[in-house]
């Protein structure tokens, strides 16, 4: 199974209810795109695949939560 460090790194604040997706869209991208093998941040950040636009409504939608994710994804 793969490993997602960088997410599981970066959710904390997120799910603690320090930050949300508004707050800091930028850093809201990191921690969506973190273990992404494409993604380089600082570099075509305004660049976003269909995983991410899927998951973003997801997200938007209430289908899933973070704190669903963090737990699923935990290594």
Do not use: W
Not at 10 to 33: Q, W, Y
């Amino acid at each position: 199974m793969a490993r997602f460090d960088g997410f599981q790194s970066r959710v904390g604040p997120f799910v603690r209810g320090e930050l949300n997706m508004n707050d800091d869209p930028e850093e809201f991208k990191r921690l969506i795109c973190a273990d992404c093998e494409f993604f380089t941040p600082g570099e075509d950040e305004e660049l976003e695949c269909g995983c991410y636009h899927i998951l973003m409504r997801l997200l938007e939608n209430g289908r899933v939560t973070l704190e669903q994710l963090s737990r699923d994804l935990e290594g």
